[in-house]
């Protein structure tokens, strides 16, 4: 089975961001790493592909720079092969933009199954899996934990807010999983060496049949109109044991329906 996974390439949370001050949008310069969200969709689909007993994973990602760092992290997780869209027509790319490209990056692998995180770390919209689902004409369900491919059919564990729901439909299709389902593997060192020979198919936009209108600022549906500081976390509750700790503690988890 081939599997196509979304691989978004971010620059590194651990160092901090910025802002261009006239479009507000992230300053993605430099070392850019394998989103970990997307290290979850790596994992299931190496997962999925060892399982099926054959067939293999294609990394696609539309990145600046013609950035691979992030993707030699993923194909030396095990992946086979990348397809890397990089122009600089693309600055200024929106989610439905992103997804034009990733979507016809994605035809191009001819995948039986597409896998993509529900959302990504660096400043999402948790769109552009759907959007690349509609693009390619093909059923999407969203928030897997769980995939299993066979007959033609995939069949997911959608979590939903009470548990989950069984989903079933027929490949191909687009699957967003969410972080944690799946334990990533550290890629080995000899994973890190075999990862420095595995191709790399380098695109621009005129390469997918796109044309500059329809990616970057001039084909861009949302604007960064403004961008405000996130609200400071406040000081937690100390429960003080007189007796009754458990109960509180219990009508607080309740509260926020954990229990
Ligand atoms: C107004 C605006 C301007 C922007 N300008 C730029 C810019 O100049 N340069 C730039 O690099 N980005 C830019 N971006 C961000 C870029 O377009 C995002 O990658 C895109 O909007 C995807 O949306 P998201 O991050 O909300 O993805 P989400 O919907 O949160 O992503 C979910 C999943 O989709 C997949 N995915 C998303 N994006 C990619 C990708 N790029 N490659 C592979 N898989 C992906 C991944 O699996 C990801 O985990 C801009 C965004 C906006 C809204």
Not at 52 to 74: C, I, Q, Y
Not at 213 to 226: I, L, P, S
């Amino acid at each position: 089975m081939n599997v196509a996974v979304c691989v978004k390439q971010i620059p590194d949370p651990a160092a901090p961001g910025s802002l261009q001050p006239d479009t507000k949008n992230l300053v993605r310069e430099g070392k850019l790493i394998l989103d970990d969200s997307d290290s979850y969709g790596v994992e299931m689909s190496l997962q999925l592909a060892e399982r099926a007993g054959g067939g293999e994973v294609t990394l696609v990602s539309m990145a600046p720079h013609e950035e691979t760092s992030g993707l030699r992290t993923a194909l030396a997780m095990g992946a086979a092969k990348a397809i890397l869209v990089s122009d600089d027509v693309l600055a200024g790319t929106d989610a439905l933009g992103t997804a034009k490209v990733l979507a016809a990056a994605i035809k191009r692998a001819e995948p039986d199954l597409v896998v993509a995180a529900t959302e990504s770390t660096d400043g999402y919209t948790g769109t552009t899996p759907a959007q690349v689902a509609e693009l390619l004409g093909l059923p999407s369900v969203t928030f897997a934990k769980k995939i299993d491919v066979s007959d033609g059919k995939v069949r997911v564990e959608r979590q939903t807010e009470a548990g989950f729901d069984e989903v079933e439909c027929p490949l191909p299709a687009v699957v967003t999983v969410t972080a944690g389902v799946v334990e990533p593997r550290y890629p080995s060192f000899k994973g890190i060496m075999a990862a420095k020979g595995k191709p790399v198919e380098q695109l621009k936009v005129a390469d997918l049949g796109l044309t500059p209108d329809q990616v970057g600022v001039a084909g861009a549906r949302e604007e960064v109109f403004d961008v405000a500081a996130a609200e400071e976390r406040k000081a937690g509750e100390v429960v003080v044991d007189e007796g009754d700790a458990y109960e509180r503690i219990i009508a607080f988890l309740e509260q926020l329906k954990l229990l």
